[in-house]
């Protein structure tokens, strides 16, 4: 595998990775399309080419088809049409991505190409993997859009076979062909609108959704890897029905969850002493998950650690809201909310309208500084930190310091 190569692939714009990718093959694999189907959560299916057209459907048939890891050669009937391809299958994510070159003749490929080039989609998914499980707030933004244009794409495919469907119902009241022939014709054209369309709607959901039980278990694992070697004691409000175990949540909403919960964890026994037991609580209340860390320590515990660790910064794509409560001696809670769905309107960062000067006084009166103590930070005058804290209390429509703050660490303005 080359390295730069790869590297080039991982640097790349998301909505890039596929061009790159292909281009990164090109030299091993001719081909004319490729075609990916991962667990990636704002978009599993992607593809970029000539034609034929290759749709998800497709994808999801030739992966039965093709082995559970690993690379496969051969011809396979996409978009329509019979074509020889490549297929890689990467068994780092769960379920497996699989990567499908379209080519142009069936010429085999030697086997070290085959284990270079498959080895390179292991990174790609891993790197992909990554970006899903600590819930990156670029990765999430797009997430979260695309999930709402899928669902429109799903409901107007739904549209489209209903359409289909009625025309299909009127061939059967046609006089002019037979009661046999019409029949006959109508219900196998029916059947296989209805399979594809049940193929595809299923396929979307087991790639961008799951129970919120099975979230909590991974994230589980994930924490007896953290705290491993460490004289601290887990443990775990395991979901059950009552807690919503059985809903179904959107992916990228439990793996915000989680990431923000294991760097909550991190900040409790890194910036404080004296934790011997940490708490994970974990349910669905309405249309909201609701994450509770607890832990046993000092209660020292403050807001600058978790924006340190990019907490608001995660959640606020998602609409997502962080608590920190300290009690000195008794130990400290942290309390997570993340909706299940995208809000009926976008919320805009607030801070877009501050001057760069004005967020360098607004992260200081997100740390707790005085007037006279940003003014040495940042070598200017206290009366021209006054003027700046006045101009920031207005274009941000708040009342006080504190609510200026808050803001603050919401949209991760405190590093």
Wanted: glycine share 10%; charged share 25%; with cysteine.
């Amino acid at each position: 595998m080359d390295l730069q190569k790869a590297a080039g692939v991982i640097q790349a714009p998301l909505s890039e990775t596929l061009l790159h990718l292909s281009a990164a093959l090109a030299d091993g694999i001719p081909h004319q399309a490729i075609a990916e189907l991962s667990n990636c959560s704002f978009a599993p299916f992607k593809f970029r080419g000539e034609s034929p057209p290759v749709r998800i459907s497709d994808l999801a048939a030739l992966r039965s088809a093709v082995p559970a890891q690993g690379t496969w050669q051969g011809r396979a009937v996409l978009g329509g049409a019979e074509v020889p391809v490549v297929v890689l299958v990467s068994a780092v994510s769960e379920p497996s991505a699989m990567l499908v070159l379209l080519r142009a003749d069936d010429t085999p490929v030697p086997l070290e190409v085959l284990t270079s080039a498959n080895a390179l989609w292991d990174v790609v998914t891993a790197h992909m993997e990554g970006l899903r499980n600590e819930a990156v707030p670029a990765t999430l933004a797009v997430s979260r859009a695309a999930a709402a244009a899928r669902a429109v794409a799903i409901s107007d495919l739904g549209d489209a076979y209903g359409a289909a469907l009625t025309a299909l119902l009127s061939v059967l009241r046609d006089h002019d062909v037979t009661d046999a022939a019409a029949r006959s014709r109508a219900v196998d054209l029916a059947v296989t609108a209805l399979v594809e369309l049940r193929s595809r709607a299923d396929l979307d959901r087991a790639l961008t959704e799951e129970r919120a039980g099975e979230a909590f278990e991974r994230l589980a694992d994930s924490l007896r890897r953290v705290l491993r070697g460490r004289d601290v004691r887990l443990d775990l409000g395991t979901p059950g029905a009552e807690e919503g175990a059985d809903r179904i949540v959107p992916t990228e909403v439990a793996s915000t969850a989680a990431a923000v919960v294991r760097s909550t964890v991190h900040a409790m026994l890194d910036d404080q002493g004296g934790v011997g037991r940490v708490h994970i609580g974990w349910k669905i209340t309405g249309a909201v998950l609701r994450a509770t860390v607890r832990d046993d320590g000092p209660g020292t515990l403050s807001c600058g650690s978790l924006d340190l660790r990019r907490v608001p910064e995660r959640l606020g794509p998602l609409g997502g809201e962080v608590e920190v409560d300290a009690v000195p001696g008794w130990g400290s809670t942290v309390t997570i909310q993340v909706p299940l769905g995208p809000p009926e309107t976008p919320r805009e960062d607030p801070l877009t309208v501050l001057g760069t000067r004005e967020l360098e006084v607004l992260g200081g009166l997100a740390r707790g500084r005085r007037n006279r103590d940003i003014a040495g930070e940042l070598h200017i005058s206290e009366s021209t930190v006054k003027f700046h804290v006045a101009k920031i209390l207005e274009k941000l429509g708040v009342g006080s310091r504190g609510e200026a703050a808050a803001l603050a660490h919401e949209w991760g303005a405190t590093r």
